[in-house]
């Protein structure tokens, strides 16, 4: 209850100013959405198609299972006005909507107005998408015309055919296409005069800006928070607690729960508004919020830890943006941080920014790969472990003398 009562406190106390903690959700909020709309049309992992099935018929139906499958393509199934809305809302690239009738044109050897298609007007990758799914509309049309030619042969040298040799024909056909077309095309990049290996991009530029962003905000809001504990320092208040039985304690661990809730609702407000507003998920998966969490710990052991060794509150004021901006650019919170090479990550990782964006970015490239996050969680943990005993001792020490 003592907790409880000084947490609550305190929290009444810091959330008070209620400016500041709106300036910390919305100048990363805003900065974020401006960085991600300045950098919407670079080179992204997955192009996002809306794709809508009016035949129902097992050609169409296979079809989109052969399109979820390939590498590149996001398939998003839903109806023809979802796939048109989505179209004009820029949430996916185009829209490709399976005509009925799809499979007896198909069968008869007709290709034409069986796909209707709606691009967006600046689509950079709608040439590529509509390759990709002219390609596989051409192997079901290929199919059927070897078959025709092979009943129009045995017909002209009246050759009996029984009932299944279309679908044997058409089958043997198809086998052609596996384990790889008999013709494709090769994409290269050209730099300058002579073309290129194109490097795929893990994360975009945008995505780990804005994530980025939101970490060093975290941090800046944390460090700005942890003053009060230099003005109880000054003013005597520390002093008076040593003489209370384990007030002291209380009061340390009521201002480090303080900032985690703090910081929980910074990160719950940013998150949903991103969620919600501008239709972004920058954190997959409870595992992103874990190693949120671990990092929300790390920076607050290290803002106890200043607040311990500084002597005024203004000291703090003056080093807490050059301490956040420092080590956020060090950390990668400015950068991509998945497109450097090894030695400009060995430096983040002297950062506890460098080893959230690790976690974090290691989860929006696959966020199935729980493993990677184990080390950037274990490290910040232990960061904490480390620094806020520490911050204890000398805080103790220094109200004793």
Same mark, same amino acid.
């Given at each position: 209850?003592?907790?409880?009562?000084?947490? $609550?406190?305190?929290?009444?106390?810091?959330?008070?100013d *209620?400016?500041?903690?709106?300036?910390?959700?919305?100048?990363p909020?805003?900065?974020?959405?401006?960085?991600?709309?300045?950098?919407?049309?670079?080179?992204?992992?997955?192009?996002?198609?809306?794709?809508?099935?009016?035949?129902?018929?097992?050609?169409?139906?296979?079809?989109?299972? *052969?399109?979820?499958?390939?590498? #590149?393509?996001?398939?998003?199934?839903?109806? *023809?006005?979802?796939?048109?809305?989505?179209?004009?809302?820029?949430?996916?690239?185009?829209?490709f909507?399976?005509?009925?009738?799809?499979?007896?044109?198909?069968? &008869?050897?007709d290709?034409? +107005?069986?796909?209707?298609?709606?691009?967006?007007?600046?689509?950079?990758?709608?040439?590529?998408?509509?390759?990709?799914?002219?390609?596989?509309?051409?192997?079901?049309?290929?199919?059927?015309?070897?078959?025709?030619? =092979?009943?129009?042969?045995?017909?002209? $040298?009246?050759?009996?055919?029984?009932?299944?040799?279309?679908?044997?024909?058409? &089958?043997?056909?198809?086998?052609?296409?596996?384990?790889?077309?008999?013709?494709?095309?090769?994409?290269? +990049?050209?730099?300058?005069?002579?073309?290129?290996?194109?490097?795929k991009? @893990?994360?975009?530029?945008?995505?780990?800006?804005?994530? #980025?962003?939101?970490?060093?905000?975290?941090? $800046?809001?944390?460090?700005?928070?942890?003053?009060?504990?230099?003005?109880?320092?000054?003013?005597?208040?520390? *002093?008076?607690?040593?003489?209370?039985?384990?007030?002291?304690?209380?009061?340390?661990?009521?201002?480090?729960?303080?900032?985690?809730?703090?910081?929980?609702?910074?990160?719950?407000?940013?998150?949903?508004?991103?969620?919600?507003?501008? !239709?972004?998920?920058?954190?997959?998966?409870?595992?992103?919020?874990?190693? $949120?969490?671990?990092?929300?710990?790390?920076?607050?052991?290290?803002?106890?830890?200043? @607040?311990?060794?500084?002597?005024?509150?203004?000291?703090l004021?003056?080093?807490a943006? =050059?301490?956040?901006?420092?080590?956020?650019?060090?950390?990668?919170?400015?950068?991509?941080?998945?497109?450097?090479? +090894? !030695?400009?990550?060995?430096?983040?990782?002297?950062?506890?920014?460098?080893?959230?964006?690790?976690?974090i970015?290691?989860?929006?490239?696959?966020?199935?790969?729980?493993?990677?996050?184990?080390?950037?969680?274990?490290?910040?943990?232990?960061?904490?472990?480390?620094?806020?005993?520490?911050?204890?001792?000398?805080?103790? =020490? !220094?109200?004793?003398?």
């Amino acid at each position: 209850m003592k907790l409880l009562t000084i947490t $609550l406190y305190k929290l009444k106390i810091m959330l008070s100013d *209620r400016l500041f903690f709106a300036a910390m959700i919305i100048l990363p909020l805003f900065i974020s959405g401006a960085t991600g709309s300045a950098l919407r049309y670079e080179k992204l992992n997955i192009v996002p198609v809306a794709v809508t099935d009016e035949d129902g018929s097992s050609y169409s139906k296979l079809l989109l299972e *052969r399109l979820s499958k390939k590498e #590149g393509l996001g398939l998003d199934i839903t109806t *023809r006005e979802q796939a048109v809305q989505m179209v004009k809302n820029n949430k996916v690239e185009a829209a490709f909507i399976v005509r009925k009738g799809f499979e007896d044109k198909i069968r &008869k050897g007709d290709d034409k +107005e069986i796909i209707d298609i709606i691009n967006a007007p600046l689509s950079f990758s709608f040439g590529y998408v509509s390759e990709v799914v002219a390609g596989e509309v051409m192997r079901f049309t290929a199919n059927s015309i070897a078959a025709q030619r =092979v009943l129009g042969q045995y017909d002209r $040298l009246d050759i009996p055919v029984n009932a299944g040799l279309s679908e044997e024909v058409m &089958k043997y056909a198809d086998s052609q296409w596996e384990p790889k077309p008999l013709m494709t095309i090769d994409y290269r +990049e050209m730099e300058g005069g002579s073309a290129i290996e194109v490097s795929k991009v @893990s994360v975009p530029t945008a995505t780990t800006t804005s994530v #980025g962003i939101i970490v060093m905000f975290i941090m $800046l809001y944390i460090l700005f928070s942890s003053g009060w504990l230099i003005d109880e320092r000054t003013n005597g208040t520390l *002093r008076r607690l040593v003489s209370g039985s384990n007030a002291l304690r209380y009061s340390f661990m009521g201002n480090i729960s303080t900032l985690v809730i703090a910081g929980i609702i910074q990160i719950a407000v940013i998150s949903v508004v991103n969620r919600w507003v501008f !239709q972004v998920e920058l954190f997959p998966g409870g595992w992103s919020y874990a190693v $949120l969490g671990a990092y929300l710990l790390a920076v607050i052991s290290v803002s106890m830890f200043l @607040s311990s060794v500084l002597k005024t509150p203004a000291q703090l004021q003056a080093g807490a943006p =050059v301490l956040a901006l420092l080590t956020g650019f060090v950390g990668g919170c400015f950068w991509n941080f998945t497109e450097v090479s +090894e !030695q400009i990550k060995q430096l983040a990782r002297f950062t506890p920014q460098g080893w959230a964006l690790e976690g974090i970015n290691s989860l929006i490239i696959n966020s199935e790969n729980i493993s990677a996050v184990y080390l950037p969680m274990g490290v910040l943990i232990l960061m904490s472990l480390i620094l806020l005993p520490v911050s204890y001792i000398i805080i103790k =020490v !220094q109200v004793r003398m």
